[in-house]
């Protein structure tokens, strides 16, 4: 579709606001004898947020890789403006005006952010050359657009993983679309960070483009949302108007049940201290900046403490200097009352500390490895013998964790991309729980997961501190930390500034000790800056 083609259709849109754009026919995907979407019929209006909730593998991503052209569908059509259309390929998507940001980030981590925004679309000039310089000018308008002031130049493999997502958004605007759907956008983001995209999408829809919206983040998704669609096991279960909505009618659409996490009344019955972090500082090691300011803290068995906080605070530098990833700058980190200071990861996994990593597919998973093989990975060494591994007793260890943990696979041999996102994570946590850990370190432990499956994540971390485990985790959820924790710190600036009880504190209490809403906390507590 040419560019004058695409202009007049958004003009069109503009003016029949709200008329269907694109429909999915009778849509049916099978992959083998697993049936990912069952006969769906669904409508993409235009100027509208159209937000679809449903758990992991319930069918949206299947679903918005069929819009998007990523794949095809084994039965069914769908029509743009009325007529029928195939898309073979994410290029033919585009050209027709649908873009798709997706769940997991797709990015060439050694490029640059400008190289990645133009990626197989590249400007060029009279002569067939690369415009370098209007891209580095479009890139620095999408980064302004986006509130995120980061050079052009910039290689990706360098930023946070929530700047990283705001390149994907920003690859997904360049292609001026009419059509964008975004799977799970805000997963890495903060909160301001929400609100610049929430901004955007309202900018874009007030110009006629069409956005599908999936998100874990059940309350931000109702409050971006237009119409709401709930898919179920690979059925369209639900349809409603946004207004008409709340949040306990989607958890009910989504898994026929009311949430039922809530972990504040567990018992706490608490032994020795496990993990006791006194004074530590972790600095940069490229810019020197510090990260991490003097933390203190400790974790005792059977203790579950929440580390809150946004983006930015020092969390993630925090428990990756734990895990012996990168080096403190000062203090003394104990572990069962012995200094791990001398020791690296695997050393510390050997005397029992353990980190599911915030990234689970850059640094918690082997992408070509199998089920078996990832859950395996960091405990190998407990069934060599003689310099071979004890197969059977591996295998029997790796059955015993995917029961335990009660991960949703055809088998140990399957490939660990076939499992869905909350099943992924599962086996990233049994993978570490298999070492015999005795502090869990965990960073963004629910990241893009549903709300199903973060019940069953949290359900087997109390369960595992029921058993005496020592657990640490960072979360950017103040629901999550005040309804399963035993006890919330919060972080701001590479400090410690507020501790909690979540059995008797408040979410506008933590979000303000965070710097999340406004300064009157700050004021309350004598803190001038």
């Known amino acids: 579709m040419t560019a004058g083609v695409i202009d ?62 990523v794949t095809t569908p084994t039965d069914g059509h769908l029509e743009l403006d009325g007529r029928r259309i195939e898309l073979n390929s994410t290029n033919e998507a585009v050209d027709l005006g649908i873009s798709i940001i997706h769940q997991e980030l797709n990015l060439a981590p050694n490029l640059s952010v400008r190289d990645n925004i133009f990626l197989g679309r590249e400007l060029r000039t009279r002569t067939g050359a690369i415009d370098y310089t209007a891209e580095r000018r479009i890139t620095q308008q999408l980064m302004q657009r986006l509130e995120e002031l980061i050079p052009a130049s910039t290689l990706v493999q360098d930023l946070r993983v ?10 997904a605007l360049a292609t001026d679309c009419r059509i964008l759907i975004m799977d799970e956008p805000t997963s890495a983001l903060s909160a301001s960070e929400v609100e610049v ?25 109702i409050e971006i949302a237009d119409h709401a669609v709930v898919f179920r096991d690979g059925d369209l279960v639900a349809t409603e108007e946004a207004a008409n909505i709340d949040l306990p009618w989607v958890v009910r659409q989504m898994v026929g049940r009311e ?53 930015g605070a020092g969390r993630t530098e925090l428990m990756e200097a734990l895990s012996g990833r990168d080096p403190i700058s000062g203090g003394t980190v104990l572990l069962a009352g012995n200094d791990v200071a001398g020791l690296d990861i695997e050393e510390r996994i050997s005397a029992g500390m353990g980190l599911v990593p915030e990234d689970r597919q850059r640094d918690g998973l082997v992408q070509l490895m199998t089920v078996g093989k990832n859950l395996s990975l ?19 260890r790796i059955g015993d964790m995917i029961a335990d943990v009660k991960v949703k696979t055809a088998g140990p041999s399957a490939l660990i991309t076939s499992l869905s996102g909350g099943n992924q994570q599962k086996v990233v946590i049994g993978k570490m729980l298999l070492t015999d850990p005795k502090v869990l370190l965990l960073d963004e432990p629910t990241r893009g997961i549903d709300v199903g499956a973060k019940g069953e994540i949290f359900s087997l971390l109390f369960r595992e501190a029921r058993r005496g485990l020592a657990v640490l985790y960072v979360t950017s959820e103040v629901g999550e ?3 399963a924790s035993h006890r919330v710190l919060v972080m701001s600036k590479g400090r410690i500034v507020a501790e909690f009880d979540p059995r008797t504190c408040t ?18 507590n004598g803190d001038s800056e």
């Open 8 to 69: 007049e259709a958004r003009a069109r849109d503009t003016a029949d606001d709200g008329e269907v754009v694109l429909r999915a026919v009778d849509i049916s995907k099978t992959y083998g004898v697993t049936k990912a979407l069952k006969g769906v019929n669904f409508e993409v209006r235009r100027g509208k947020v159209t937000v679809l909730f449903g758990e992991n593998g319930a069918g949206k991503s299947t679903l918005m890789k069929i819009l998007s052209g």
């Open 162 to 171: 929530g700047q990283q997502q705001i390149i994907e958004i920003a690859r």
């Open 197 to 221: 995209l929430f901004k955007v999408i309202r900018d874009l829809t007030s110009n006629g483009v069409a956005i599908v919206y999936i998100s874990h983040h059940l309350e931000e998704a």
């Open 259 to 311: 949430a039922d996490y809530d972990f504040r009344d567990e018992p706490r019955d608490f032994g020795e201290v496990a993990l006791s972090i006194q004074g530590v500082t972790v600095a940069d090691l490229e810019s020197g900046r510090v990260t991490v300011n003097n933390v203190s803290l400790d974790v005792r068995e059977g203790e579950i403490v929440c580390l809150y906080g946004l983006m």
């Open 378 to 396: 960091a405990s190998l060494k407990s069934w060599v013998k003689r310099g071979f591994i004890n197969t059977g007793q591996e295998q029997r």
């Open 481 to 483: 930390a005040l309804t």
């Open 507 to 524: 979410r506008d209490e933590v979000m303000a000790a965070s710097g999340e809403h406004d300064t009157e906390y700050a004021h309350e």
